[in-house]
């Protein structure tokens, strides 16, 4: 008898294809319906009917982000959603973390630049133990002095750390250009803002600005819109209205021109470099389109940007292009960490990239990898009642219809290259942008002038001779 060992690959009968078969386009997704009502004092209540898990996800979404800030003071919004959960009139911050534990909710919030989002996961019998302790962090908040000033010794040390990175520093360079005097420049907290936020200041901030009319309270999870209902009266029917008009935020100016900045850091052995210049605004039409352009551009491992850097190059490990889409304006962002010696080259061949994207525009086969690579990701972002939750938030806050993600991907397969190239013309060009460089000023300045004239910076963003 021999010993046969067994093979997954070809034999006779079974033989090997030449080549695996193409993938099988996705079909478009299904998005759920959200049902919604609206309570006595402007409360929006949206329902996620989701019968498979006894799970919840609560998620309150806020018009009030880091854009809302008061000039004197970029630390408010963030300090008065942390503060949250540090007190209320009934419990002291340990006991409501103990709270918190003892009935397995778990509590994440964030602030973006132009809402904030505070969520809720929690098993279906403790549903209304989490809408008690959500009511009463929303409704009855102290703003301890003494959890005030934990929190500034916690966070101190978070921003000094934050602008030990370049990539921070690279991202604050561009929003603080592009954005100048208007609010979209307030993506940081500053360490003097920080030390000089006071408990009142706060409190006052929390509650001229987060409010019920401002506010959206989704259910995800087995529960239909009548019940949601009932709870959101019953918890949160009693949090008061706004009581000042809210002022609105002019759209800011589409940039033009092209600036190189260097923000200084002595002794540093890489550089990151980024050029950045203006996109399309989140609502707009042209959204969809240039997500897919960036996309093919500097979006994937996949992209021309990061096939010329890393792969032919070998500049860097990675080199990718991003796009931050806001409700009243957008950025993109192409960026990659070299070697000093690299610094030059590596922003030349970045603007050779989108030179090249406006000659030579991509084609189907890289539109088809494209599409599929941001189709991916937004299915990736439904695969959970909390995720669908967040998707939703946001869509209503960013001002995106309600058709949004139900014809998303049947928009996606429309724009051909003729669609892309004429985004790529609006939108991509050397002419129109900033070139950041965060390294070493002693070995990068003067090579950087092959660019144009270099205004140096310091990095907290102080302008040097």
């Known amino acids: 008898m021999t010993d046969e060992v067994f093979s997954p690959g070809a034999s006779e009968d079974y033989p090997l294809p030449d080549k695996p078969p193409p993938p099988r386009p996705a079909r478009n997704i299904s998005y759920p ?64 973390a103990e709270a918190f534990d003892r009935w397995a909710i778990q509590l994440q919030s964030d602030v973006y630049l132009e809402f904030s989002s505070i969520g809720l996961s929690v098993l279906e019998s403790h549903l209304q133990r989490a809408l008690e302790l959500l009511s009463e962090l929303l409704l009855r908040p102290v703003f301890p002095d003494v959890e005030l000033e934990k929190i500034k ?60 009319e401002r506010s959206l309270l989704l259910f995800a999870g087995p529960i239909d819109l009548k019940r949601a209902g009932r709870l959101a009266e019953r918890f949160l029917g009693d949090w008061p209205s706004e009581r000042k008009a809210r002022s609105k935020i002019a759209k800011p100016p589409v940039w033009s021109g092209r600036l190189v900045r260097l923000v200084d850091r002595p002794h540093s052995v890489q550089s990151r470099i980024q050029v950045s210049g203006s996109a399309p605004a989140r ?11 960036n996309q ?34 957008g950025l993109h962002l192409a960026s990659a960490d070299v070697g000093t010696e690299m610094t030059v080259p590596a922003v030349r061949e970045v603007l050779h990239e989108m030179e090249r994207f406006l000659q030579e525009p ?46 998303y991907i049947p928009r996606l397969r429309n724009f051909g290259p003729d669609r892309v190239l004429e985004s790529a013309r609006r939108w991509i060009g050397t002419d129109n942008c900033l070139i950041t460089v965060v390294g070493d000023r002693t070995l990068v300045e003067k090579p950087l002038r092959e660019f144009g004239p270099v205004e140096v910076f310091d990095t907290h963003g102080h302008r040097l001779d």
């Not at 979006?299 to 806001?326: C, P, Q, V, W």
């Open 33 to 96: 319906r959200i049902e919604e009502l609206k309570l006595a004092n402007g409360l929006r209540v949206l329902v996620f009917q989701d019968e498979r898990l006894p799970r919840f996800s609560i998620r309150l979404g806020v018009e009030c982000g880091r854009q809302d800030n008061p000039v004197e003071n970029t630390a408010l919004a963030s300090l008065a959603v942390e503060m949250l959960q540090e007190g209320t009139e009934d419990h002291t911050s340990r006991e409501l």
């Open 362 to 407: 991509p084609g189907q086969e890289e539109l088809r990898r494209s599409r599929e690579e941001l189709i991916g990701s937004l299915i990736r972002r439904m695969e959970t009642a909390a995720s669908v939750g967040l998707l939703e938030i946001q869509r209503r806050l960013c001002g995106l219809p309600a058709d949004y993600y139900a014809r």
């Open 296 to 329: 093919a551009l500097g979006g994937s491992s996949s992209s021309r940007i990061f096939l010329n850097l890393r792969e032919d190059k070998g500049y860097t490990y990675g080199a990718y292009s991003s796009y931050r889409s806001h409700r009243l304006a």
């Open 153 to 212: 010794v916690r966070w101190h040390s978070t921003l000094v750390a934050q602008r030990a990175q370049s990539a921070f520093l690279a991202r604050e360079m561009a929003f603080h250009t592009h954005f100048a005097g208007h609010p979209y420049q307030r993506i940081e907290v500053s360490r003097e803002d920080l030390a000089t936020a006071k408990r009142d200041m706060v409190r006052d901030f929390y509650r001229d600005r987060f409010t019920p």
């Open 283 to 293: 609502p707009s039409r042209e959204s969809l389109l240039f997500r897919l352009t």
